[in-house]
């Protein structure tokens, strides 16, 4: 919804109101017309209902609100003597409405909650309920928000498995713009499986003030601009979602607003310069390994080396054989009977495994391929220290210099040769910037002016229109960021679909509360990594734990309770 849309609404919701209440007003010693006046009537309908003040301010804050409507309606009602449970179910679904039936009753009288009001154990209880839910819907959208890492984009930087704090006040909160969501709940409702909001009406986009700006090599919560999917890993016909209930992206920010980017053989170039990343950055390239006499996954796992995957060749397989291991596969390399081999992560398949197949089915053969080249995810570092132990012929980081035209990578446009190591260069947009439109950027800019600033751009010819107006320029309206994973060969990232613009960052990772390795295979294989836990995302250095600090100031915060308690007991 546009401003003035906005504005219009907010007009009728107050005369809806001063219809509905006028009289109600005039009941509790108001004068009629002050059911009309906004923000004055909310002021004034609290003192009706002898609620505090503050409640007012709630009625302000997106998301919120939906929860303190239905709230004001009941007390309202119950201040003018409806009290039963039907009443106040006919409030809620009638979205308030059912408060025109006491406005023009002849019989409805005001009853001061202050003298009438009856507590009980469960309305008490509620009501703490209410309230517990809405100042945790407070700090989770304006202060501080849970995350967990699901994928290994970012290995080694952040696992998979670290459940992160994740801050919104350093880039300043961001006001919801959904404005009918259900609290706390992202895009999904748990256990039903369908949508938490309605995609209207939409908030226009604001943020609060942060203390500090996106920088550069900062990790970022963010929303995935390309984002049109209802259910992960399942193809289906995308879904157009609202900006703050797209899917939630964390990357590493390489690319910050008027930076010109270039990728060089793998690694990035800002204005001309290699990027510099601090160093808790673990920058992961795939290697080739090689090795005349094969590479054994023992090898690979005793130089503490994880980022590989294992082959095994099945002779006379049957599906009692699959059924045994098709939990530890990651696919099928073929599907021919006698020649059927399978691909798995690192673990391989357990021994245990394979001496159940041999002692069942002993005409079942179940091989591990030993390769002379293995594919294998290192650090830089990591490549150096095996290269430096000689247990291998040698390491090769891999990289892509076959430079083809194609529509896998942005602006996936066939005009463009860019792949994952060698591309660009790109200039990062900034707000108030102003470029030339032509031929060769087009493709990289049509979105951001179509889509992200909603602009109508039309291409005739070698001439440009937009908004109906020929010209060979455009100014941006907003700052856009170049997000990018640790895990270069394995992250889709800016290099896939583009920008990120600002109205699409959600916040800073700052903490790691819990870590558990084997996030993905349920949380009786979890095994906690009590190194990360409580450690802070940006620094340099190794991580420090801050758990026994903690822990020792809880005990230490107990000890200091027990104490003065016991001291005013022995007083008393």
Same mark, same amino acid.
């Given at each position: 919804m546009s401003l003035v849309q906005w504005i219009v609404? &907010?007009?009728? *919701?107050?005369?809806?109101h001063f219809v509905g209440t006028w009289r109600l007003y005039i009941l509790a010693g108001r004068k009629y017309w002050e059911a009309i006046i906004p923000i004055y009537n909310a002021i004034i309908l609290i003192g009706i209902i002898k609620r505090p003040i503050w409640w007012v301010l709630l009625l302000f804050i997106p998301v919120i609100n939906l929860i303190m409507f239905p709230i004001i309606w009941i007390e309202t009602i119950k201040s003018f003597g409806r009290k039963s449970n039907l009443s106040a179910f006919l409030c809620v679904v009638t979205l308030g409405f059912y408060i025109y039936t006491l406005n023009y009753s002849k019989e409805t009288r005001y009853l001061d909650p202050k003298n009438n009001e009856a507590s009980s154990s469960i309305g008490d209880w509620l009501n703490s309920l209410i309230f517990a839910i809405i100042?945790?819907?407070?700090? #989770?959208?304006?202060?501080?928000?849970?995350?967990?890492?699901? +994928? $290994?984009?970012?290995?080694?930087?952040?696992?998979?498995?670290?459940?992160?704090?994740?801050?919104? &006040? #350093?880039? $300043?909160?961001?006001?919801?713009? +959904?404005? !009918?969501? %259900?609290?706390?709940? #992202?895009? +999904?409702?748990?256990?039903? =499986?369908?949508?938490?909001?309605?995609?209207?009406?939409?908030?226009?986009?604001?943020? /609060?003030? $942060?203390?500090?700006k996106v920088e550069r090599n900062e990790i970022v919560v963010f929303n995935w601009p390309a984002d049109t999917v209802r259910k992960f890993f399942v193809k289906e016909k995308g879904v157009k979602k609202p900006t703050d209930k797209k899917s939630n992206y964390v990357k590493r920010c390489v690319g910050t607003p008027g930076d010109s980017l270039e990728i060089i053989n793998g690694l990035v170039y800002i204005n001309g310069k290699l990027n510099k990343l601090p160093s808790r950055a673990k920058i992961q390239f795939q290697h080739y390994i090689y090795n005349s006499k094969g590479v054994s996954s023992r090898s690979l796992l005793e130089a503490n080396l994880k980022g590989f995957n294992r082959q095994y060749i099945i002779k006379n397989i049957t599906q009692k054989t699959y059924e045994k291991i098709s939990k530890y596969?990651?696919?099928?390399?073929?599907?021919? %009977?006698?020649?059927?081999?399978?691909?798995?992560?690192?673990?391989?398949?357990?021994?245990k495994i394979i001496k159940e197949i041999k002692l069942s089915e002993p005409y079942v053969v179940v091989k591990e391929i030993i390769e002379r080249r293995k594919l294998v995810n290192l650090t830089l570092y990591q490549?150096?220290?095996?290269?430096? @132990?000689?247990?291998?012929?040698s390491v090769v980081r891999k990289v892509n210099i076959v430079k083809s035209y194609n529509e896998d990578f942005f602006p996936n446009n066939l005009k463009y040769n860019w792949n994952e190591d060698n591309f660009g260069p790109v200039l990062v947009p900034k707000a108030g910037e102003t470029i030339n439109i032509n031929s060769r950027n087009y493709p990289i800019y049509k979105k951001i002016i179509k889509d992200y600033e909603n602009n109508l751009i039309k291409k005739v010819g070698d001439k440009y229109k937009i908004n109906g107006v020929e010209t060979s320029l455009y100014t941006f309206k907003k700052n856009y960021y170049w997000m990018m994973g640790d895990n270069r060969h394995s992250s889709e990232d800016s290099r896939f679909w583009g920008f990120v613009p600002e109205d699409h960052i959600v916040g800073k990772p700052v903490f790691i509360w819990f870590s558990v390795d084997n996030f993905n295979k349920g949380i009786l294989n979890w095994k906690i990594r009590w190194d990360r836990v409580m450690t802070t995302v940006k620094g340099e $250095? =190794?991580?420090?734990?801050?758990?026994?600090?903690?822990?020792? +100031? !809880? *005990?230490?915060?107990? !000890? /200091?309770?027990?104490? %003065? @308690?016991?001291r005013k007991e022995n007083k008393n």
């Open positions: 609404f &907010f007009i009728l *919701i107050q005369i809806v100042a945790a819907t407070i700090v #989770h959208n304006y202060i501080i928000q849970p995350f967990i890492i699901p +994928t $290994g984009s970012l290995e080694k930087t952040l696992l998979i498995g670290d459940f992160l704090f994740v801050s919104k &006040f #350093h880039y $300043g909160p961001r006001i919801p713009m +959904t404005a !009918i969501s %259900l609290p706390m709940m #992202h895009d +999904t409702l748990p256990f039903f =499986k369908v949508k938490s909001y309605l995609n209207y009406p939409q908030f226009p986009y604001m943020r /609060l003030p $942060g203390f500090q596969i990651l696919g099928n390399i073929t599907n021919d %009977l006698d020649d059927f081999r399978v691909l798995t992560n690192y673990e391989g398949l357990p021994k490549a150096e220290k095996v290269r430096n @132990k000689n247990i291998f012929d $250095g =190794k991580p420090v734990s801050f758990l026994y600090p903690f822990l020792l +100031t !809880i *005990i230490l915060w107990q !000890i /200091l309770s027990y104490i %003065l @308690k016991r």
